[in-house]
């Protein structure tokens, strides 16, 4: 069964940066694509980054280009998300998922981590 454990979540002060990790289980991690999503308290659960399964091609959500980048090592089954001038607003429960396809909507993924989460104050 495949797990995906993310770590590296905590908190900081705005202008900051944190690099979350997530470690993936599964011996065909280099056959998906990976996402991170993130779910603020009583909000819905949106899309953040997207990366191919070469690592080769990267999507990222309006709200957060240009700050956050997404990388992965496929020797180490792990993606990461380098996140830079932190704000307020990214506060939330990070999650990352794995998926065959191309997609930003929930939906579209099929193992999902436990999530880590982000405190940013102001």
């Known amino acids: 069964q495949v797990q995906l454990v993310e770590s590296g979540g905590g908190l900081v002060q705005a202008g900051g940066s944190l690099r979350l990790s997530c470690a993936h289980s599964g011996r065909t991690f280099s056959g998906y694509n990976m996402g991170w999503f993130r779910q603020a308290p009583g909000k819905e659960r949106e899309f953040v980054a997207l990366i191919s399964w070469s690592g080769g091609t990267t999507t990222y959500a309006d709200s957060v280009k240009g700050r956050f980048t997404i990388s992965r090592d496929n020797a180490k089954n792990t993606v990461y998300l380098q996140m830079n001038s932190l704000k307020p607003e990214d506060t939330a429960v990070y999650y990352c998922?794995?998926?065959?396809?191309?997609?930003?909507?929930?939906?579209?993924?099929?193992?999902w981590g436990q999530g880590t989460q982000v405190t940013v104050s102001s």
């Open positions: 998922a794995d998926t065959t396809g191309w997609d930003t909507h929930v939906n579209g993924y099929k193992h």
